[in-house]
Nanobody, 124 residues
């Protein structure tokens, strides 16, 4: 299993778009959950979106209708398409993987594997 590696972060103006990617090679679980979290200074790590092995997705209310989580057919890459970005979307985005079913109530404790994060900065 290789470490999870995120990419695609950057600086954009409000209203712009970014697409984040997370390569997760070598993880082969019969059931699993993958997610994107957002970390900002002084705040708890927030689960932005998750997707399970069947493709079922869950989004935080703050990003519904603007963000789309998806994964490649070979399960090796996780994506987060972010549109209509707002300054409050700024932060470090981390991808995470769990060998269990998704559980929105479990929070970050569900996940065993984490990437290092990619920085997103949205200016007004």
């Amino acid at each position: 299993q290789e470490p999870l590696v995120e990419s695609g972060g950057g600086s954009v103006q409000a209203g712009g778009s970014l697409r984040l990617s997370c390569v997760a090679s070598g993880y082969r679980y019969s059931r699993y959950c993958m997610a994107w979290f957002r970390q900002t200074p002084g705040k708890e790590r927030e689960e932005v979106a998750s997707i399970d092995g069947d493709g079922a997705t869950v989004y935080a209310d703050s990003v519904k209708g603007r963000f789309t989580i998806s994964k490649s057919s070979d399960r090796d890459t996780l994506y987060l398409q972010m549109s209509s970005l707002k300054p409050e979307d700024s932060g470090t985005y981390l991808c995470a993987l769990s060998p269990k079913y998704c559980d929105v109530d479990a929070g970050q404790g569900l996940y065993n594997y984490w990437g290092q994060g990619t920085q997103v900065t949205v200016s007004s």
